[in-house]
């Protein structure tokens, strides 16, 4: 069959309700806009009855999602642009039951205190899948593919569960030394901006106070790399962002903190490495290093499965051409 032959399809999206109908199409019919431009479709619609017309691929795809938002609107009242990029997002991915016959066809969510996070796409279902199987689990790719959030639904849902007994989220802070010298209040102010995206994905999935309070019975603690040095975690899930800007000896350093019963992940984009001009990023080294290491497993993100606004997908696919056309450059030790 070829899916490029040019098809018109009537979608009926049934029962009519008006409401729900509006909701779908968004404002001005931005919703439908938004799929149209995307799938290369175009859309008209009289009441519940829908006319689709384009490449047959892209119809049926169009057919699917118009029919999975519809749904969507009876739970849902408002269906933001958000939530149609997202859709698109995981409608675009493999079917789960084909990403590997070794693993299950269905994924289970992450319960938080605030409600269930479910995977978008093929590659967040694998990472979520391989967290939840494997002591070390690696996350690696482009901002906004949902890397640290996942980590931290998974360390949630693990302590909601009393699998461990507490949470520790990492950032290397590499601006931590004289750059920051300028800067009011003790270590832990100057350090706290560099951690503000793991306290905000808390702060969702548990709420301000539960947080609060975790944190100061040290159930949860959020600290700067630096401060693992010596400690050995047992009975915790340990969470790395941020892992490009780890030195190697770093990057060893927290690696051998794994005590027993606990599991981590490292999360990075080895794109975006802030450590001073010819000094390797640990994480680049150590995915060299531990590729074949028997229960470590390796989650490798793309432009693909960017899960924000649509033009950051755009614009990572942008960096990824130009950085193919440029000579690489060696750094010796």
């Not at 289970?108 to 205190?113: Q, S, V």
């Not at 494997?134 to 639904?153: C, E, R």
């Not at 290397?172 to 901006?193: H, M, N, R, T």
């Amino acid at each position: 069959m070829n899916n490029n032959v040019t098809t018109i399809r009537q979608v009926y999206l049934d029962p009519p309700d008006t409401k729900r109908l509006n909701a779908l199409c968004g404002a001005f019919h931005q919703n439908l806009k938004q799929i149209e431009q995307r799938l290369e479709v175009q859309i008209h619609h009289r009441g519940h009855h829908f006319h689709v017309h384009g490449s047959l691929a892209a119809v049926t795809h169009a057919e699917r999602l118009l029919t999975t938002l519809y749904e969507e609107t009876l739970t849902n009242a408002d269906i933001t642009s958000e939530m149609v990029h997202l859709m698109l997002q995981t409608s675009q991915a493999v079917v789960l039951e084909e990403v590997d016959s070794t693993q299950e066809s269905t994924f289970p969510a992450l319960f938080t205190r605030k409600g269930s996070i479910r995977p978008r796409g093929e590659n967040q279902a694998r990472y979520v899948a391989n967290i939840l199987r494997h002591d070390i689990s690696f996350g690696v790719g482009p901002a906004g593919t949902g890397k640290t959030y996942l980590a931290v639904a998974a360390a949630v849902d693990q302590l909601e569960k009393d699998a461990i007994r507490r949470i520790l989220l990492v950032r290397p802070a590499v601006e931590a030394g004289e750059k920051l010298g300028f800067l009011p209040g003790d270590l832990s102010d100057k350090i706290d901006p560099y951690l503000r995206p793991l306290y905000d994905a808390l702060y969702e999935m548990l709420g301000f106070e539960r947080v609060t309070k975790l944190i100061e019975r040290q159930v949860i603690e959020v600290a700067p790399l630096a401060y693992m040095r010596g400690r050995t975690l047992n009975n915790a899930f340990i969470i790395l962002d941020e892992g490009q800007n780890t030195t190697r000896e770093q990057m060893k350093m927290f690696l051998t903190r794994l005590g027993f019963g606990s599991r981590a992940v490292i999360t990075g984009d080895i794109t975006q490495v802030d450590l001073p001009r010819g000094q390797e990023s640990g994480l680049a080294h150590c995915l060299r290093v531990l590729q074949d290491v028997e229960g470590i497993h390796i989650t490798r993100f793309s432009s693909k499965d960017v899960v924000r606004h649509h033009l950051v997908q755009r614009i990572v696919e942008a960096y990824e051409a130009w950085d193919k056309t440029q000579p690489v450059v060696k750094h010796y030790d």
